[in-house]
C-alpha cells in the first residue's frame, strides 16, 4: 500500500529566499523543532545523515539517500527497511506562485508497513503543516 502526504503553503518571498533557508540545514534547530539536521555531500545519490526530533522530543537517526537537491527548486531524500517492509520518499518542493512561492512538504510512504500503520504515518500531515509554517517563518525573519 502506499501512503502520501503532501501539504502546501504559500510564502510571500521569492523562491530563492525559500531555498536560502531550506538549503542552510545548519539552521534547521534553530527555526524548527522536527528537522534537526541533514549531513553529507550535496550531490544526488549521496547518503546522508538525517536527524529529526519526532513526537514528544524523540530522536529519529536515520541514512538516507539525496534524491534532489536542486538551488531554488526542492530537497528530496529517500530511506527505508529492506525486504520491502517500508520506504518513505520524503522532500520539499518549491514552487513560484503569486504570493511569491509555495512550499510543498510531501512523503510518499510504501512497502508493508506504512499498510499496518497508516492511521499513525497520516498524523504526520499535522507535523508537515507545522514545518511548513516554521519554513515561511524563518523566510519571514531573515527578510526583516
Known amino acids: 500500500m502506499a501512503l502520501s502526504i ?3 503553503l504559500p510564502i510571500d518571498a521569492p523562491p530563492a529566499a525559500v531555498w ?3 538549503s542552510d540545514t545548519g539552521s534547521w534547530p534553530r527555526w524548527s523543532d ?3 539536521a541533514l549531513d553529507g555531500d550535496r ?31 526542492g530537497i528530496e531524500w529517500v530511506g527505508g527497511l529492506p525486504l520491502g517492509l517500508f520506504r518513505a520518499r520524503h522532500g520539499f518542493r ?8 509555495t512550499i510543498t512538504h510531501y ?3 510504501s512497502g508493508l508497513l506504512p ?16 514545518v511548513n509554517e516554521q519554513i515561511r517563518a524563518e523566510v519571514e525573519r531573515r527578510a526583516a
Open 43 to 73: 550531490e544526488v545519490g549521496a547518503r546522508q545523515r538525517l536527524r529529526l526530533r519526532m513526537a514528544g522530543g524523540l530522536p529519529l537517526i536515520a541514512t538516507v539517500e539525496l534524491t534532489v537537491w536542486t538551488p531554488g527548486v
Open 6 to 8: 503532501d501539504v502546501s
Open 115 to 130: 499498510w499496518l500503520l497508516g492511521p499513525l504515518l497520516r498524523r504526520l500531515e499535522v507535523r508537515h503543516r507545522r
Open 34 to 36: 522536527v528537522l534537526v
Open 107 to 109: 512523503e510518499h510512504f
Open 20 to 22: 536560502a533557508c531550506l
Open 94 to 101: 518549491i514552487e513560484p506562485s503569486q504570493a511569491g512561492a
